[in-house]
């Protein structure tokens, strides 16, 4: 069935590093995708989306990349900072679904000095 | 600008009861998208309204009602309270259909059915 998921539950990252969040996704008539960033005790906060027609789509200090081929999608973090520990979504969605997205397990990121 | 508000923040529920949590959109936007999140099952959808038209609806029982108004706020109703019921609601927003434009998230209410 429909689904989009995450390859990590956790991921530890050492501050100024790089962060790379992988998700898979099996719709294949999803054409949109979304990056949301949940800190606790918060609502998802939109960091990214890219459409289906495209395969890179840069915004600050991140970048988002989808594979169509695999089905696969990541959220890459430059110089990860202490501000940037918290869950990490995915989500997809079509966009002549309502409102409807699809939301996989969530990773969580967390930043070490 | 204001973002998504919900209320209440935090309720607390005993089995069979009912419950009717508000969601005010951001100003100009009139779609509205209920979402139930769990440890176990994750961010699900509820259901979607549009100018007070439901256009979308997930698997959930028809115990999880919702409407919206002229205004574009919206609540959500379930009824028959059960303790997986247990869960942060969260309410999001977007002028138009998602896709189209961006859909932002409120704080959510936190209900505890005990």
């Known amino acids: 069935g429909e689904s989009v998921g995450l390859h990590l539950p956790t991921l530890s990252v050492q501050e100024g590093d790089n962060s790379i969040i992988n998700c898979a996704y099996s719709?294949?008539?999803?054409?949109?995708f979304i990056w949301y960033k949940q800190e606790s005790g918060k609502g998802p906060q939109f960091i990214i989306d890219?459409?289906?027609?495209?395969d890179k789509r840069q915004g600050q200090r991140v970048t988002v990349l989808l594979n169509k081929t695999v089905k696969h999608l990541s959220l890459q973090i430059a110089a990860t900072q202490p501000g940037d520990s918290a869950v990490y979504f995915c989500a997809g969605g079509t966009t002549d679904s309502w409102g409807k997205l699809q939301f996989g397990a969530g990773t969580q990121v967390v930043v070490t000095p | 600008k204001a973002g998504v508000t919900q209320t209440p923040r935090y309720l607390i529920k005993t089995r069979g009861q009912q419950v009717t949590l508000s969601c005010s959109p951001i100003?100009?936007?009139?779609?509205v998208s209920w979402y139930q999140q769990t440890p176990g099952q994750g961010l699900q959808f509820l259901f979607e309204y549009f100018s007070e038209t439901q256009r979308n609806k997930g698997n959930f029982p028809g115990r999880f009602s919702g409407r919206q108004f002229s205004n574009s706020r919206s609540e959500m109703n379930v009824s028959t309270l059960e303790l997986g019921d247990s869960a942060l609601y969260l309410c999001?927003?977007?002028?138009?259909?998602?896709?189209?434009?961006?859909?932002?998230f409120g704080p959510g209410t936190r209900l505890l059915v005990l």
């Open positions: 100003s100009g936007h009139r779609s």
């Open positions: 890219i459409r289906s027609n495209m």
């Open positions: 999001a927003s977007s002028r138009d259909r998602v896709g189209q434009e961006t859909q932002y």
């Open positions: 719709n294949s008539a999803s054409d949109y």
